[in-house]
């Protein structure tokens, strides 16, 4: 996490290699439908790449479990659904209010950081990230070269990071009731 912290694309792609089963899982059992798995999985990983430093060190994966489990019940609750999860015990599972509110935040700057992106970037990370596709398919499959798809999808997650680098101010303030 600290060679990602540094914007290390690397060890990123290794931690999506190493992660990216157990937070499919996850997201897979709360939600029972593999399109939202895929989508929460491609959300989680964005966030970590925007945002790495959410993680304060701890068990990683126990981390992403949770982060992935939470993120599901989000959208279980927005579609109206009951809820009815079986969580690992061993996974910590105490969010302060703010973590909440914060992740809510996170969530929908992520979504339209992502509908703000050229489309040619937009596609690759979709095909990389959502659908789980290597550098290398995605190529034969959009007849890219190699290194304009490892460009593009560089660029865009750049993209991502600063738009998440960048403060966020709202018109109005909020009104708590």
């Known amino acids: 996490m600290q060679r990602v912290q540094a914007g290390d694309t690397l060890a990123f792609e290794y931690l999506w290699d190493r992660y990216c089963g157990l937070v ?19 959300i989680v990983f964005l ?9 304060h060190g701890g068990s990683l ?9 939470n993120l599901a019940i989000d959208v279980i609750r ?13 996974a910590p599972t105490e969010w302060t209010l703010d973590e909440v509110v914060l992740a809510r935040i996170e969530e929908q700057r992520l979504r339209e950081s992502l509908r703000a992106l050229p489309e ?3 596609v690759l990370i979709h095909l990389n990230f959502f659908e789980g596709k290597a550098h290398e ?17 560089r660029a865009g997650i750049g993209r991502l990071r600063a738009a998440f680098a960048e403060p966020q101010h709202s018109a109005q303030p909020t009104v708590w009731e």
């Open 120 to 122: 040619h970037q937009r």
């Open 47 to 55: 966030k970590i790449w925007a945002r790495p430093a959410a993680f």
């Open 137 to 153: 398919e995605i190529a034969t499959l959009t007849r890219l070269p190699l290194g304009t798809v490892k460009t593009r999808i």
């Open 61 to 69: 994966g126990g981390w992403l479990s949770r982060v992935t489990h």
């Open 24 to 42: 499919y899982g996850v997201a897979l059992r709360v939600v029972g439908e593999p399109g939202a798995a895929e989508d929460i999985t491609q």
């Open 78 to 90: 927005r579609r109206g659904r009951a809820v009815f999860v079986e969580l690992n015990p061993d």
